[in-house]
């Protein structure tokens, strides 16, 4: 069974940073491309970043490039998303997902990520 399960979420102010984990199981990790989606309160879910499975194709959403960086140690079951710069547009529940450049997919329950002065 797939498990997903996110950290790391919290109340930051606007221009910081803050570090979501993703700790995977279930499934053979480094076998698959990964991805972080993220859905505000009352909209849809929206892609954010995916990396590929030895991290040497990463993509990201418009919204997001240049200040997201997203990251997987394979050894560890392991995916990350540094978040710099943020906006208070960031603020959603961030879930990550076995998915490739999609929402589509198993994903966890997510870490909330609320950006406030």
């Known amino acids: 069974e797939v498990q997903l399960v996110e950290s790391g979420g919290g109340l930051v102010q606007p221009g910081g940073s803050l570090r979501l984990s993703c700790a995977a199981s279930g499934f053979v990790f480094s076998s698959y491309g990964m991805s972080w989606v993220r859905q505000a309160p009352g909209k849809e879910l929206e892609w954010v970043a995916s990396i590929s499975v030895s991290s040497s194709n990463i993509y990201y959403a418009d919204s997001v490039k240049g200040r997201f960086t997203i990251s997987r140690d394979n050894a560890k079951n392991a995916l990350y998303l540094q978040l710099n710069s943020l906006k208070t547009s960031d603020t959603a529940m961030y879930h990550c997902?076995?998915?490739?450049?999609?929402?589509?997919?198993?994903r966890g329950q997510g870490t909330q990520v609320t950006v406030s002065s």
């Open positions: 997902a076995l998915a490739w450049r999609t929402v589509e997919g198993a």
